[in-house]
């Protein structure tokens, strides 16, 4: 039997933050994954968008996780020596007269907060993107090329601890009072840590946690006819995809959890981006879809569960685990090793 620390189990971008704030830590640990092709995190564009919805809103606690973001990125492309995190202009054009007038009487105050500015509908930075109604620049705003993240990481985990290919069956896991062993894997540890993303919700310890995952669909597109360096986000968002285009997307979608791409959301996306681009017809490279690890109240979950003290959680990343994953992962990696309480505002799980 090995003994480490800390078990992971699951490396999309929450395992794979959370293994390597461990290992900053000192803390030896093991990874378990079973390399999917098609995962939430792999399919993700990695966009880090500060402002969400027709509203507009702007996270509370925004500059506080970008901040520890870009510091943990920034860290990781030192010890890789590949540039993960891109620096994008956010183009975002607003989809009616009404929104916009919402915008200009409620929202101006993100504009100087976000170092933004507002774009009338002849801005030349519009290009070919059609905004009628006009809409806002937000500088610097965050792009991780998560898939390359994700490999490269690996990569590091393997080297600096240890990495298994394989998938952990929650049923066979065995709890004392001072340790976790996991019988298959022969491996004994202080903490195990779930961090299987939307399948996490299918574990009876976690079924209680108010799971509420979204299947989304995305495009990559050829860029041979039009290319940009920025994100535009106008009904759809357009991103690109470093070294394969351009990635468009996406949709939610509560019942048909799996990872099967659909002809009806490829129709409505390329419907939408023709909208955005009228006079642009490119031609579809990749369409995927994955399951989006999202809870009921939209807020992750991170900590130790009260039942059991050996097994902790962090889900729940939902829509931006680009953004949160780094930040939370400092949090729970100081809480199982070095006892830290976690910050008041996160959620932690409940019996
Ligand atoms: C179309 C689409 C676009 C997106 N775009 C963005 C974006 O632009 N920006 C952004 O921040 N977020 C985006 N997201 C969301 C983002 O992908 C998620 O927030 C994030 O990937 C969740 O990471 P995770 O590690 O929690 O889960 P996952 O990525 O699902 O990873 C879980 C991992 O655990 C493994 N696993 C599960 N069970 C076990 C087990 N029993 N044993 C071993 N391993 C296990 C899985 O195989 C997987 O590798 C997007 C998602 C989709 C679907």
């Known amino acids: 039997m090995r003994n480490v620390d800390v078990i992971v189990v699951g490396q999309g971008l929450a395992g794979t933050c959370l293994a390597l704030e461990l290992i900053r830590l000192s803390a030896s640990v093991l990874v378990i994954d079973p390399a999917e092709p098609m995962t939430s995190s792999r399919i993700a564009a990695g966009l880090m968008t500060p402002v969400t919805g027709k509203r507009h809103v702007l996270a509370p606690d925004y500059f506080e996780w970008y901040a520890a973001a870009q510091q943990f990125y920034r860290e990781f492309e030192k010890l890789a020596s590949r540039q993960v995190l891109f620096l994008r202009d956010s183009l975002r054009a607003f989809q009616s007269p009404q929104e916009r007038l919402e915008f200009e009487q409620n929202r101006m105050d993100l504009l100087p907060q976000l170092q933004g500015r507002l774009l009338e509908e002849t801005d030349p930075l519009w290009g070919r993107v059609s905004a009628p109604y006009g809409g806002y620049l937000l500088p610097n705003v965050g792009q991780l090329d998560v898939a390359q993240f994700l490999d490269l990481a690996a990569d590091l985990i393997a080297r600096k601890a240890i990495r298994l290919v394989g998938q952990v069956d929650w049923s ?7 340790e976790v062993i996991l019988p298959l894997e022969e491996v004994t540890a202080r903490y195990v840590v779930a961090c299987g993303g939307a399948s996490d919700r299918l574990v009876p310890w976690f ?16 860029n041979a006819d039009w290319e940009t360096e920025s994100v535009i986000h106008g ?13 468009v997307g996406s949709n939610y979608e509560w019942q048909q959890l799996d990872t099967i791409p659909t002809e009806a959301v490829r129709e409505s996306i390329l419907e939408r981006m023709s909208r ?15 399951v989006r690890p999202a809870m009921k109240d939209q ?7 009260p039942a059991q003290p050996r097994l902790a959680i962090l889900n729940g990343l939902g829509s ?21 309480p976690l910050d008041p505002r996160i959620k932690t799980p409940v019996s």
């Open 320 to 340: 931006r685990g680009s953004l949160l994953a780094p930040w939370l992962s400092a949090q729970l990696a100081g809480l199982l090793i070095h006892a830290e």
């Open 276 to 290: 955005l681009i009228p006079d642009w017809n490119p031609q579809v490279l990749e369409h995927r879809a994955a």
């Open 172 to 178: 066979e896991v065995q709890f004392s009072e001072r």
């Open 299 to 305: 807020r992750p979950v991170v900590g130790i569960l």
């Open 207 to 222: 079924s209680h946690l108010g799971f509420l995952p979204a299947k989304g669909e995305i495009l990559t597109l050829d």
């Open 235 to 247: 009904g759809i968002w357009i991103a690109p995809a470093p070294g394969r285009g351009l990635s």
